[in-house]
């Protein structure tokens, strides 16, 4: 699947929340945004985080009270749209804080039938979004990391650091910490 014909949907910035469970989470940024082809509404929030760093990720609304919102397949099509929405995100966002870093993490799949849950390792959406990522934003701006083992990304911004690697293990500290649920990749 290549990307270039999908120009993806207006993203409708919601609201700021801030996070007060004393994490490194400190507030998130939510927008919305709706696809004519699924018919769906779908939610897109951005934690910023200490370091300097969101992690973008993103639901359909029609989810929003289920434990695997991120996890449940819509399969309804236009998902080059979808993702690309997704991706308008990181250039809005770098209006009001040039110095952010962008994180994300391929959810594993969820199967209601069998109530099975995919690995951690190289999930399908995973796969999809460093296929998307690689191809969409270059490597000026940001230096890429992936984390294979944990179906994770990181865009680390270039701008004003003198060291990349120092700022790439701070953030995967910070994430390992604040989100205990994750493998270790510290």
């Not at 995919?118 to 998307?132: A, G, I, P, S």
Request: aromatic residues 16%; positive net charge.
């Amino acid at each position: 699947m290549t990307f270039d014909k999908y120009p993806g949907y207006e993203l409708k910035f919601i609201q700021k929340r801030n996070c007060k469970d004393g994490s490194a989470h400190l507030f998130s940024l939510i927008y919305k945004f709706r696809s004519p082809v699924t018919k769906l509404d779908y939610v897109l929030t951005a934690d910023y985080h200490e370091e300097d760093v969101f992690a973008v990720k993103f639901y359909a609304k029609m989810h929003r009270k289920s434990e695997f919102k991120y996890s449940l397949i819509v399969n309804r099509g236009d998902l080059g749209n979808i993702l690309m929405t997704c991706l308008k995100v990181i250039p809005l966002i770098l209006q009001e804080y040039p110095n952010a870093s962008f994180g994300f993490i391929g959810s594993r799949s969820y199967d209601r039938k069998s109530k099975t849950l995919e690995n951690y390792q190289n999930t399908q959406r995973y796969n999809v979004y460093t296929y998307l990522v690689n191809k969409t934003i270059g490597h000026k701006t940001f230096q890429h990391y992936q984390y294979d083992e944990l179906s994770g990304y990181l865009l680390v911004n270039r701008k004003n650091l003198w060291n990349i690697q120092v700022k790439e293990r701070a953030i995967a500290k910070m994430f390992a910490l604040t989100y205990n649920n994750l493998p270790d990749v510290v």
